[in-house]
């Protein structure tokens, strides 16, 4: 982490020193709930929706705030591989790669078109190069016409014809290693559309087919030494839910540890990370603890140590000029 920018980023002192506080605090926590990341036998990842990251509109919320940056930053610095969801613009991401330092790289989609339903948001991993290196391949899963979302199939003479749908944004594959183990892994935004009806049905095929596509490969990733990651953002509804048994029923593992809540107010199931491998590649011992102290998975509450209940004077300003119902909306 490259805290001196702080120096340059926040002239007043009184706020220098505030954010200064507020990343100790944080430092502090994680500290206590992610293990460190000097071993080599361990590999530390992690997906993170960074909601709008550098939208260029942010219905109607703002621009991030500089110190965010460094709170960010912050977190990812502790993992070795980060999988990042909803980066729009490069501008504020690379602005935390600035603060997190040299030895971190990035790899990312262009923008998902917004006819598809994407939103114009990026996939993105990160990753620090003195644990893992990019083996040099990468792409986005196209599915071929028998596999198709919501298909449609007739027949023309002795043609079969088939309509359907692509994913709403296309999930991102790649390949990476860390010292000897060999991994790829696949990165998704499942489609939410609706909790009921045809939306909810097209949610859990895009589960499903993303989980089945990429678990074809398992046969030549065992062959190879490799084990499979899928992970992000699944808008899975709940644990007994099928949108999650469409995940686990193409063999993935998952970490009971993350079989809870993830996101701000607790309610939402939506991020998930998921296993296959060979137990010779992958030792694969599941915990449901939910401290990534105490398990081998675990959620990062970043919000207890930062932008907390009662820190709201602070930013009250702030919060006045992104509060819709202020505007009538």
């Known amino acids: 982490m490259q805290y001196y920018h702080l120096r340059y980023d926040f002239r007043n002192r009184e706020d220098r020193a505030r954010i200064i506080a507020n990343l100790k605090r944080l430092r ?6 992610v293990p460190a990341k000097d071993s080599d036998r361990t590999l530390l990842l992690a997906t993170w929706n960074i909601r709008d990251f550098d939208a260029t509109k ?12 460094f709170y960010i930053a912050e ?25 997190l330092g040299d030895h971190w790289d990035y790899l990312c989609t262009d923008v998902t078109d917004y006819k598809l339903g994407g939103n114009g948001e990026r996939l993105l991993y990160a ?17 071929p016409n028998d596999m198709l979302i919501s298909p449609v199939t007739a027949e023309l003479g002795d043609t079969k014809l088939y309509s359907g749908k692509q994913f709403r944004r296309t999930p991102f594959l790649a390949s990476f290693q860390s010292n000897w183990f060999k991994f ?21 095929e895009e589960i499903n087919q993303v989980a089945k ?21 699944f808008n899975i509804v709940h644990p007994d839910h099928e949108t ?16 809870r809540p993830s996101n701000l107010d607790k309610t939402k199931y939506y991020d998930q990370i998921a296993f296959r491998a060979n137990q010779r590649v992958l030792d694969f011992i599941d915990s ?31 919060a006045s000029k992104t509060d819709r119902r202020q505007k009538g909306r």
């Open 244 to 259: 999650m048994q469409a995940l686990k029923a193409e063999k993935f593992k998952i970490p009971r540890a993350l079989d």
């Open 288 to 318: 449901p603890q939910p401290s990534l102290a105490s398990s081998n998975a675990g959620i990062v509450e970043l919000f207890e140590s930062v932008f907390r209940d009662e820190d709201f004077d602070q930013y009250e300003g702030n």
């Open 213 to 233: 596509y990429f678990g074809r490969r398992a046969e030549a990733a065992e062959k190879d030494g490799k084990a499979l990651i899928l992970l992000g953002d």
């Open 28 to 33: 502090a926590q994680l500290d206590k709930s």
């Open 58 to 69: 942010r219905y109607g919320n703002g621009a991030r705030l500089k110190e965010s940056l």
């Open 184 to 204: 790829d892994i696949c990165t998704v935004h499942i489609y939410y559309g609706a909790t009921s009806g045809d939306k909810l049905k097209q949610r859990i």
């Open 75 to 99: 977190v990812i610095s502790r993992f070795d591989f980060v999988a990042v969801q909803e980066v729009n613009e490069l501008g504020e991401w690379k602005k935390v790669m600035r603060i």
């Open 127 to 143: 990753f620090d190069k003195r644990k893992v290196h990019f083996r040099n391949i990468a792409g986005e899963i196209v599915l």
